[in-house]
C-alpha cells in the first residue's frame, strides 16, 4: 500500500512560481514510476509529467520549457517546479504512484494562478 500526501499548492501571480511535493509512504518508492496531473473545473484530469525510477521524464506540451519533475528518492518525495504558471494553469494537481502494476492517488493541491 501506497500513500501519498501533497503540498506547495497556493495562490500564484501569472508569471510567477510554485514548487508542489508529494511524498510517498510505503511501496518501493525507488522504481516507482511518479506522475504529476491535474483536473481545472469542468475539464478531465490531464497528465502534467511523469518521472521514471531511472530518471527519464515526460511533459505534455502545455507545461514543456516550464515545468520541472524531479524526485528524492531517499526522501520518498517528486517535485514539480512551476515556472512562468499561466492562468491556465489553475486546477487541483494530483500526485500518483505506478507501483507493482497499481495506482496510487493523492488527494490533490490546489493552484490557482490569478493577477
Known amino acids: 500500500q501506497v500513500q501519498l500526501v501533497e503540498s506547495g499548492g497556493g495562490l500564484v501571480q501569472p508569471g510567477g512560481s510554485l514548487r508542489l511535493s508529494c511524498v510517498a509512504s510505503?511501496?518501493?518508492?525507488?522504481?516507482?514510476?511518479m506522475g504529476w496531473y491535474r483536473q481545472a473545473p469542468g475539464k478531465e484530469r490531464e497528465l502534467v509529467a511523469l518521472?521514471?525510477?531511472?530518471?527519464?521524464?515526460n511533459y505534455a506540451d502545455s507545461v514543456k520549457g516550464r515545468f520541472t519533475i524531479s524526485r528524492d528518492n531517499v526522501r520518498k518525495t517528486v517535485y514539480l517546479q512551476m515556472n512562468s504558471v499561466k492562468p491556465e494553469d489553475t486546477a487541483v494537481y494530483y500526485c500518483?504512484?505506478?507501483?507493482?502494476?497499481?495506482?496510487?492517488w493523492g488527494q490533490g493541491t490546489q493552484v490557482t494562478v490569478t493577477s
Open positions: 500518483k504512484c505506478t507501483s507493482s502494476g497499481r495506482d496510487y
Open positions: 510505503g511501496g518501493i518508492f525507488g522504481i516507482a514510476t
Open positions: 518521472i521514471g525510477g531511472g530518471g527519464v521524464t
